[in-house]
């Protein structure tokens, strides 16, 4: 068992050093760190993210709501599960604390690594907006699985922190999205149903 997990970490590290260091480009550098930072960014949080969102719910008025607040309750049981309870079980370390070499690209992080909170609740999030609009399905996972990329590429996390994370947000999105989603449409369902009799 030692010698499976020693084989399957080494793998672990040589894909991390690959991404990390050799499958790079000048452009990548400015727009990974960018992305992954992208919370940090007050165009984005404060600008384009308020226009965006005021936008949907203009258009989509009562389930933009709905859909709204069933991402934030999937992001968050995620974010929390990570942050609190297997972070602190795994207690794995951050390439920058693993003795791997690693060229650091956006601020360095004080938590364990394994999961990655930014992959996990991306792609809750996008999960549970795929499930309410499919049409943006496909491409809220391309923007989750890319926010994932950029924390390997920008040297905080190993490839398997950040394909914990994306089966971890997978689950929790899939699950409050068919949980609360599905309900909503029940419940529509049902006041027609009455509204017609």
Known sequence: MAQLWGLLRGVD??????????W????????????TDLDRNRVAL?????VALA????ARRGRA????????????VCDAVAYRF?????????????GVSVTLRTLRPGSYGFPSNHACNTFAGATVLGLAEPPL??????????????????????????????????MVGGAVGAGLLRFGRLARSSRSSKKKS
């Open 13 to 22: 590290q040589s894909i991390f050093l690959r991404i990390n260091q050799s």
């Open 55 to 58: 936008w949907w719910l203009y």
């Open 137 to 170: 399905l496909w491409p809220g996972l391309a923007v989750a699985a890319l926010v994932a990329y950029s924390r390997v590429y920008v040297g905080v996390h190993f490839p398997a922190d950040v394909a914990a994370g994306a089966v971890l947000g997978l």
């Open 65 to 76: 709501v709905k859909v709204l607040l069933a991402m934030v309750l999937a992001v968050g």
């Open 46 to 50: 404060w600008g384009a993210l308020p």
């Open 24 to 35: 790079t480009h000048p452009w990548l550098d400015s727009f990974f760190p960018w992305l």
């Open 86 to 98: 297997i972070k602190p079980m795994v207690k794995r370390s951050r390439p920058t604390e693993a």
